[in-house]
Nanobody, 124 residues
Framework: QVQLVESGGGLVQAGGSLRLSCAASGRTFSFFAMAWFRQALGKEREFVAAISWSGGDTDYADSAKGRFAISRDNAKNTGYLQMNSLKPEDTALYYC?????????????????WGQGTQVTVSS
């Protein structure tokens, strides 16, 4: 079993930055691909970014390209999402998830473990 705890969310003005963290425990973090998803109020959960277990492969939603950066530190069992140039439409609950595979995926159904989420609110 794997436990995931997200942190780093908060309230920020448009144009600002936040760095989300995802701390994993319970199993070897480096055996999993990792992703970030988000869910805005009244909307479906959507893919944001994903990274392979080595960190060598990444994938981003169009909305995140050029503004967000996903990374991981397997020695610290922690993944990150650096978010820059934030917009009000980025406001959502952000979740990290792990997949028992090398390869990242955009599909929610492919992820085996989920955190409880961290709230990001961007004011205009």
């Amino acid at each position: 079993q794997v436990q995931l705890v997200e942190s780093g969310g908060g309230l920020v003005q448009a144009g600002g930055s936040l760095r989300l963290s995802c701390a994993a425990s319970g199993r070897t973090f480096s055996f999993f691909a990792m992703a970030w998803f988000r869910q805005a109020l009244g909307k479906e959960r959507e893919f944001v970014a994903a990274i392979s277990w080595s960190g060598g492969d990444t994938d981003y939603a169009d909305s995140a390209k050029g503004r967000f950066a996903i990374s991981r530190d397997n020695a610290k069992n922690t993944g990150y999402l650096q978010m820059n140039s934030l917009k009000p439409e980025d406001t959502a609950l952000y979740y990290c998830a792990l997949r028992t595979s090398y390869y990242p995926s955009r599909a929610i159904r492919n992820y085996d473990y989920w955190g409880q989420g961290t709230q990001v609110t961007v004011s205009s």
